[in-house]
């Protein structure tokens, strides 16, 4: 009934303006509420210019997973704009809302912006962190989500488990141990990155928190916040891709495919990977990251497919119930 | 809460309608309560007996299982004490603000149970208001189990005082005072009139409370630290089973809730009805 009043109205309203009004929903992960608020509304006027047509994109944001999970259950998303492939994937698998080659049909694996993970530490560094080996010095507590229900907290893991893989002398049953060793300094697992943040600066619980680039820079520019915290960046972390998707089946439905489309062919375009350095997502555009060369330090990242042999593998090896990090969690260990 | 009194059958009642109403009331139960837990309890054997019994025995879900149990058992106990003291001074006493501290036991009720929990860790973490101080004591309150019996004796209170405070309300003096006349103490006073009087309520609250724990999520996973064999309650164990698509599992461990919680509450009913009939 909804869905005909509204389709009555936007026909009403696209006969009498020869204009269209367009809805989207965005189903988004936690930390890309400042970013698509900025995205959004260049977008509209970009859409609203071309086409003459009027463009209003919702927004919902929650844990990566948890918003996988509620497409699959039937939360009426345009597209998907989630923290990783995987949680794609399973929407493609599960849901079968769009082709399981959806990754192919944006440049770079359907990834319009990247990120990685950093370590926001108390001002001063007071343990005196530099890379990976020093969150587990005895007594440290890091800070970080439960990878199974974080998207930002698996990318973390999945950085951890690199670094002490791809080390001079390592080893996957190195890497094993040092993960193992990593989680029991975590004192606090929160369900998603925002509570992570929270619990680190506004609790003042844990003296690391792994975070995501764009929320440590986001927690410094908090007011105060370059006072208490300052950023390091490890000689190595991980290259994160959040990937974005059209959602077929509900698109035709709602008939916003063009709209949709245009929408995430936005993201690649230069004005939009700048906005996307300003909210400190690394832009693919060479030309953008150059120009914020300053606030994305050239660091080795790890690609998820050299190291681990691609997310679905990763998935199933590291997340999966039983899976390594169940066994973190196994007593006596 | 329901109490279990089975209607007694009779030929003819002097109320009408009970044929309607009846069948009114179980098509409104089916359809509000039974259908969602009958798709509830279906889940779970597509993982076939032994996968359920592995499911529900594994370390970490009894783990879990213990941990909201026992939490929520702790906070409806504190509870019941504590309720019964605020809703006796509540009923008997007159000071000045007495609404609104009265109308101050509803908000846990009204409050979403998320900025609760954000609120509770704020105070409780080592750098807030409580937690500092208690930090310098060595206790640890936000992120260990204790965190979880506060958050749970938060939600819990309303339970107990509202329950009790008909029934204080109705209590006539004159028992009191007859006993008094008779040379009870007043503490005997209150074990042998006061209490067996409430006790049937307050059993009824106190359960309300802990059925309410039970199933608490939103307050309690800001306070808890959620470390799995820690700290990880039983119903962020199902969202993480609903995470990995384990909707089976999700369910399975589901089904253990409702058992216990329906057993719980069962036996609840029958050691109130119990204590009503030995007055």
Partial sequence: MKKIAIALICGLAASAAHAADVKLLNVSYDPTRELYKDINAAFA??????????????????????????????????????????????????????????????????????????????????????????LVKPGIHVVTPNPKTSGGARWSYLAAWAWAEKSPGGSADKAKAFVANLYHHVPVLDTGA?????????????????????????????????????????????????SVAVIDKNVDRHKTRAAAEAYLKFLYTKDAQEIEAKNFYRPRDAAVLAAHASQFPNIKLYDIDDVFGGWTKAQQ???????????????GQ | MATLVLPRVRSRSALPGFGFSLAFTLFYLSAIVLIPLAALIIRPWELGWNGFWAEILAPRVLHALKLSFGAAAVAAAINSVFGLIVAWVLVRYRFPF????????????????????????????????????????????AYTPYGVVVALVFIGLPFVVRTLQPV????????????????????????????????????????????????????????????????????????????????????????????????????????????????
């Fill in chain 1, 45 to 134: 006027a970009q859409y609203k210019q071309k086409t003459g047509d009027t463009v209003t994109i919702n927004m919902s944001h929650n844990g990566s997973g948890a918003q996988s999970r509620a497409i699959i259950d039937g939360l009426d998303a345009d597209v998907a704009t989630l923290a990783l492939a995987y949680d794609i994937d399973a929407v493609a698998d599960k849901a079968k809302l769009l082709p399981k080659d959806w990754m192919k049909r944006l440049p770079q694996n359907s990834s319009p912006y990247t990120s990685t993970i950093v370590f926001l530490v108390r001002k001063g560094n007071p343990w005196k962190v530099k890379d990976w080996g020093d």
């Fill in chain 1, 194 to 242: 925002r509570g992570a943040t929270t619990t680190f600066a506004q609790r003042g619980i844990g003296d690391v928190l792994l975070s995501w680039e764009n929320e440590a820079h986001l927690a410094l520019a908090e007011a105060g916040g370059a006072d208490k915290f300052q950023i390091v960046y490890p000689p190595s972390s991980i290259l994160a891709e959040p």
């Fill in chain 2, 98 to 141: 007495k609404r609104v501290v009265d109308a101050l036991v509803d908000l846990p009720f009204a409050l979403p149970t998320a900025v609760a929990g954000i609120a509770l860790s704020a105070l409780y973490a080592s750098n807030g208001w409580i937690g500092a101080p208690l930090e310098k004591a060595g206790i640890k309150i």
């Fill in chain 2, 168 to 279: 204080l309300t109705d209590l006539s003096r004159d028992s009191e005072e007859a006993a008094a006349t008779l040379g009870a103490t007043r503490f005997q006073t209150f074990r042998r009139v006061i209490l067996p009087t409430l006790a049937p309520t307050l059993l009824t609250g106190t359960a309300m409370a802990f059925a309410r724990a039970v199933g608490e999520y939103g307050s309690v996973i800001f306070i808890a630290g959620n470390l799995p064999m820690v700290s990880e309650i039983t119903p962020l164990l199902i969202i993480i089973k609903l995470q990995e698509y384990d909707y089976a599992g999700a369910a399975a461990v589901g089904v253990v809730m409702l058992a216990v919680s329906f057993v719980f509450l069962l036996a609840l009913n029958a050691l109130q009805a119990w204590v009503s009939s030995r007055r």
């Fill in chain 1, 317 to 331: 090896v590291h997340f999966s119930d039983g899976g390594v990090f169940d066994q973190i969690y196994k007593p």
